[in-house]
């Protein structure tokens, strides 16, 4: 565990901060070179669905932290913005970006479907990069594991952010779990990416791919998650929002195969 990155002075680089923005690289390079292929025209399009991404999804992860987090102080305006390297829903960065995306989509007269997909098979990345930061930070830990299970992570660093009843006890490494499993539904969205636009698949079925996917994922990791507590009847509020999730994505497979745009 590794909570801090790297230090010089005073300048501290958390860990969380670096693969979150090494994930959001990795997104942005990819997008990138398939700028083409997504429909854009040219770079105003290119450095505007960047902005979009960056703030919609900075905006959408921040108001769904503060919104669903039971544990939080009084709000206060400045918690809108501080702190920087902690406090981000992933469903609400989901929510943000799709917001933003739609509407830069409608406005810019953009192929909604293809830029949706070209994201759509990216975020698994990002998120299993962060999610490798969330482990080095000591957040989104993972519930007690019992003395016979094979692998634990213990947590030691009083200035991490894991809760201080968890430190020092075997733990379920959720982060890496839920890494693992994105970065297999990343691999499977662009084998699916590449056979849409071969195969004149309908648009829109990698973005469907990852909502359904990442739901179904983040729903079965709630069970080893140890801040996952019971919000509507026995499901925790993670698992309501990934049921959401995987809700939408059916949605938006159905509204893909009826809607019928292939790829030109």
Do not use: K, N
């Not at 409608?106 to 490798?132: E, I, K, N, Q, Y």
């Not at 359904?212 to 026995?234: H, I, K, M, Q, S």
């Amino acid at each position: 565990m590794c909570p801090i990155l790297f230090q010089f002075g005073g300048f501290r680089l958390p860990s969380y901060s670096a693969f979150a923005e090494l994930g959001a690289l990795l997104v942005f390079s990819f997008v990138y070179v398939r700028r083409d292929r997504m429909g854009l025209r040219g770079p105003d399009d290119f450095w505007l669905l960047l902005d979009t991404i960056l703030l919609g999804g900075f905006a959408g992860g921040r108001l769904g932290y503060l919104a669903t987090d039971p544990g939080l102080p009084p709000f206060q305006w400045r918690d809108l913005v501080f702190p920087l390297t902690s406090g981000f829903s992933a469903f609400g960065v989901f929510a943000g970006m799709a917001a933003g995306v739609l509407v830069l989509c409608r406005l810019r007269r953009l192929p909604l479907g293809r830029v949706a997909d070209h994201l759509g098979a990216a975020m698994p990345f990002w998120m299993a990069t962060s999610r490798l930061g969330c482990h080095l930070t000591g957040c989104c830990q993972g519930r007690p594991a019992g003395p016979s299970w094979p692998w634990t992570v213990t947590f030691t660093d009083p200035a991490s952010a894991c809760p201080p009843a968890l430190l020092g006890v075997p733990l379920h490494p959720a982060q890496l779990y839920e890494a693992l499993g994105d970065v297999v539904l990343g691999l499977v969205l662009v084998r699916l990416l590449g056979g849409t636009e071969r195969d004149g698949l309908p648009s829109g079925w990698c973005a469907a791919g990852f909502l359904a996917g990442y739901g179904t994922l983040r729903f079965a990791l709630e069970a080893v998650r140890a801040d996952g507590v019971p919000w509507l009847g026995p499901f925790s509020l993670g698992q309501v929002c990934a049921g959401g999730c995987v809700l939408v994505g059916l949605l938006a497979a159905r509204w893909s195969i009826r809607a019928g745009r292939a790829y030109a």
